[in-house]
C-alpha cells in the first residue's frame, strides 16, 4: 500500500473518529437539555460555559444515582397527604405559618425519601436531577418564605407559595395528575383564596372605620382546581419510583 493511500485511511479514521465525538457531544447535550429544562440554562449562565455546566449537571446525575432514593410507603404517603391537607386549612388564619410548616413538610418528605436534604445546595441539586421543571417554583416559594419572615410578603404572595410548594410536595408523594385537580383540592384552593381576600379587605379599611364590604363568596369548585390550573401548568412527573 502506497503512502498516499495510507494516509487517506488515517485521514478518513480521524474524521471519522471526530464526527461520532461530536454526535455523542450533542446527543449527551440533548439529553440533559430535556431533563433539566430551565436548569440547564441556570447552570449555564450561571458558569458562563456550557461545558463547565454540563459537567456540573451530569456530576449531579452521578451523585443522585448513588443516593438511596425510595418511593414512600402507602401509608407514609397517606399520613403526608394527611398533613399538608391540615396545613392548607389552616392558611385561612395563619397564612404565614401555614407557608413555613408547608416547607417544613416539604423538606420532611425529601429526607424521608432520601434526599440530602440537611445541605440545601445539595438538597437543590438532587431535586434538579428528578423534579427539574418543578424547582424553579420551589425556590421562588423558598423565597417568599424567606420575605414572609421580615414581613414583607403580602398575603396574595404567601398564597401564591402554598401553591407552588404544593407542586413538588405532590411530586415527592405521587400524587397523580389527574387527582391533583379533584374537587377537595379545588374547594381548598378556594378558601385559600378567600383568605387572601379576606386579609386584603381589612388592609383596606378606611381611616373613619367603616368597615369595607366583604366580597360575594364564589361558588365553589367541585370538579376541577382552576386555582391551580391557573397559576401553572401541571409538572412532569419524574421517572424515579
Do not use: C
Not at 461545558?51 to 456530576?59: M, P, Q, Y
Not at 389552616?90 to 434526599?115: I, Q
Not at 372605620?209 to 412532569?236: F, M, R
Request: hydrophobic share 40%.
Amino acid at each position: 500500500m502506497s503512502t498516499g493511500a495510507v494516509v487517506v485511511i488515517v485521514v478518513v479514521i480521524v474524521v471519522v473518529i471526530a464526527a461520532l465525538a461530536v454526535g455523542a457531544l450533542v446527543m449527551r447535550r440533548r439529553r440533559l437539555r430535556s431533563q433539566f429544562g430551565p436548569e440547564y440554562d441556570r447552570v449555564v449562565s450561571e458558569t458562563g460555559n456550557r461545558r463547565k455546566a454540563e459537567a456540573e449537571l451530569a456530576g449531579r446525575q452521578r451523585r443522585v444515582a448513588k443516593l438511596d432514593i425510595r418511593p414512600l410507603t402507602a401509608e407514609e404517603n397517606a399520613q403526608y397527604l394527611g398533613e399538608w391537607n391540615a396545613i392548607q386549612e389552616r392558611f385561612v388564619d395563619t397564612p404565614t405559618e401555614s407557608v413555613n410548616e408547608a416547607g417544613t413538610l416539604v423538606t420532611k418528605v425529601m429526607r424521608v425519601r432520601g434526599y440530602p436534604a440537611e445541605d440545601h445546595d445539595e438538597a437543590m441539586d438532587a431535586l434538579s436531577v428528578d423534579y427539574a421543571p418543578t424547582l424553579a417554583r420551589y425556590r421562588e416559594a423558598r423565597a417568599t418564605s424567606e420575605r414572609a419572615g421580615s414581613g414583607t410578603a403580602t398575603t396574595d404572595d404567601l398564597r401564591q407559595a402554598m401553591l407552588q410548594y404544593r407542586e413538588l410536595f405532590y411530586e415527592l408523594v405521587d400524587v397523580p395528575a389527574d387527582e391533583r385537580v379533584g374537587g377537595t383540592t379545588a374547594a381548598r384552593d378556594a378558601e385559600v383564596t378567600k383568605a387572601t381576600k379576606r386579609s386584603e379587605q381589612a388592609d383596606e379599611v378606611p381611616a373613619d372605620g367603616t368597615p369595607v364590604a366583604e366580597a360575594p363568596a364564589e361558588p365553589a369548585a367541585t370538579t376541577s382546581s382552576d386555582a391551580v390550573a391557573s397559576e401553572a401548568a401541571s409538572p412532569q412527573r419524574s421517572t424515579r419510583g
